[in-house]
């Protein structure tokens, strides 16, 4: 089932993974990797309505929904970042809510999911805030740093604060390489435009010559 979802755009793939997804004899687990490659066939082809559908779909630890929150987050449609958004409200279990938060990290670029982010880095129950801190870490946005830092500081869990800092941590090392490239590049054109300078002056010269 996992291998599957490197088809991409094959609707006979698409098919094989929703008849899987659809039947209740087949193992949980199956069914959730199903769910997964789904969402990653991607392409022109969009199941979110069949994902959406296996939200609802009972399993152990919920682990069907979990695979279909991860197929949605592969599809990145509009209709599945609101449904990511949804489940990370307070009364979904937490095990869904851990899967939805997480995902939100492929698109913190989209400002509701940025906002949503920042208000579950807070959130009551610390294995949401620790998948909170785990969307931060795959988009490493800056824009997270004042609450990390005030988590690295302050969380009552040490692990969510140890996660902070690490995180965090992250965010400075690759902000202080882009300021080490650009200077990089600076003395790359600096040099660049001495060498323009000499060799205009030997033209002048061999012109005079």
């Known amino acids: 089932m996992e291998a599957l979802g490197n ?22 687990y199956v069914r959730s990797k199903a769910a997964q490659s789904l969402g990653k066939l991607g ?15 009972p399993s152990h630890n919920y682990v069907i929904a979990q695979g279909a929150l991860q197929g949605l987050s592969e599809l990145g449609t509009d209709e599945a970042i609101d449904t990511l958004v949804k489940y990370t409200e307070l009364g979904r279990p937490t095990l869904v809510r851990m899967v939805a938060t997480q995902s939100l990290g492929k698109f913190v670029g989209v400002r ?3 906002d949503r982010i920042r208000e579950l880095l ?20 800056p824009r997270f740093l004042d609450i990390l830092d005030e988590l690295a500081s302050r969380d009552l869990d040490g692990r969510i604060r140890r996660y902070a800092r690490d995180v965090a941590r992250k965010i400075r090392e690759q902000m202080q390489r882009g300021v080490e490239y650009a200077r990089l590049r600076e003395e790359i054109e600096r040099i660049r435009e001495e060498q323009r300078r000499i ?11």
């Open 7 to 28: 088809f991409k755009g094959n609707r006979d793939v698409a098919r094989v993974l929703t008849s899987i997804l659809e039947n209740t004899s087949e193992s949980y």
């Open 43 to 57: 392409g022109m082809l969009d199941y979110a309505g069949e994902l959406i559908k296996a939200l609802d779909y």
């Open 112 to 114: 509701r999911v940025y």
């Open 199 to 209: 060799m205009d002056r030997l033209d002048r010269m061999e012109a005079k010559g």
């Open 122 to 141: 807070k959130d009551p129950y610390y294995r949401v805030r620790y998948a909170a801190v785990a969307a931060v870490e795959s988009s490493l946005d």
